[in-house]
């Protein structure tokens, strides 16, 4: 069963860390269902374990937190949907390279469902927007910004940490780091590309993909509200 929560307003990060840190225990002993967690941080930069101190280029604009998830420095604020995945990898192949790709092709559904075509680039973390109303790149290619950030960590084989798509967050809050450590492309969201997603649209559309592209573990499914 995976258990479905959302918060409304923001959550402090350390709060959510502790959560997460608590219930991926239980999952791991077998006395919790795994979750899917979808809320709204405060505006802050985490910096994962790959995270290269030159790309905190703003470290006094928002609180910093090391994190222990894969990945470089990202940023999570209020318009963005965090989606942390507590999930038991090891019932689901033990494979985390195919977990990863599941995570991405789980946000490429999602945004299937507002037409809207993200892709995956080798070398480059994260989902990727072809921008047809931007100018050519010197190359001849199109430009091609970031809609969404991926990044997990794993104990005792239960993933925890997650996904980040951007709805409708303050663009220019993400110039205090350079983003996953990719200088040459940008960020985009879905109301820049002139979609007009509600938070609520999103979640709909998360949970709808996440069915047909995750699934569970059989079981019943549950959701709540907090």
């Known amino acids: ?7 409304d307003g923001l959550t402090d990060y350390e709060e959510a860390v502790a959560f997460m ?15 899917v967690w979808l809320l709204e941080h405060p505006p802050l930069y ?36 965090v989606a942390y995945v507590m999930l038991d990898v090891g019932r689901r192949g033990r494979d985390v390279r195919q977990f990863v790709k599941t ?12 037409n809207l075509r993200g892709h995956i680039r080798d070398g480059r973390v994260g989902v990727w ?27 005792k084989w239960v993933s925890f940490h ?10 220019d809050d993400f110039s205090g780091i350079v983003p996953c450590g990719i200088t040459e492309h940008g960020v985009t969201s879905l109301v820049d590309l002139g979609l007009p997603v509600t938070m609520a649209d999103l979640d ?3 949970q709808h993909s996440f069915d047909t592209v995750v ?3 059989p079981g019943r499914q549950g959701q709540h509200r907090i």
């Not at 101190?53 to 963005?80: E, M």
């Not at 995570?103 to 507002?114: C, G, H, K, R």
């Not at 980040?164 to 303050?170: F, G, K």
């Open 129 to 155: 927007i072809e921008r047809d109303d931007k100018p050519l790149t010197a190359t001849g290619a199109k430009q091609e910004d970031k809609i969404a950030a991926i990044g997990i960590r794993l104990r």
């Open 204 to 206: 709909v559309a998360l």
């Open 46 to 81: 985490t910096a994962g374990t790959s995270a290269k101190p030159d790309d905190l280029t703003d470290p006094d604009r928002f609180p910093v937190y090391q994190s222990k998830r894969g990945g470089q420095y990202t940023y999570h604020g209020p318009g963005q949907r």
């Open 215 to 217: 699934g569970e573990i």
């Open 103 to 114: 995570l991405e092709n789980w946000v490429i559904a999602t945004l299937d469902e507002f």
């Open 162 to 171: 997650g996904i980040s798509i951007n709805v409708e967050p303050q663009l």
């Open 1 to 7: 069963m995976v258990d479905w929560i959302t918060t």
């Open 21 to 35: 840190e608590a219930r991926v225990a239980a999952i791991a002993a077998g006395t919790a269902d795994e979750c």
